[in-house]
């Protein structure tokens, strides 16, 4: 059975940093445009227990393996 995921959607910013946002509403809402944002499906148990770093380090790991995908093709 496949471990469920919860969503975030994330945006890196120009400095490298990772910002994370519940769902598009809310990043909106904080200024980002939702054309930006990458969804990004997360283990339940890090979403549940996982600290905002490791949901940030999460992402951007994540982030890195679609950039690493994207480059090779």
């Keep these: 059975m496949e471990e469920e995921q919860n969503i ?3 945006r890196r910013e120009q400095d490298g940093a990772v910002t994370l946002y519940v769902d598009e509403d809310w990043a909106a809402e904080r ?3 939702p054309s930006e944002l990458v969804k990004v499906p997360i283990p339940r148990e890090l979403y549940a227990s996982g600290t905002v770093q490791q949901l940030r380090e999460y992402a951007a790991t994540y982030l890195e393996s679609l950039d ?4 090779s093709s």
């Design 8 to 10: 975030l959607f994330v």
């Design 31 to 33: 200024g980002a445009d």
């Design 68 to 71: 690493e995908t994207n480059s």
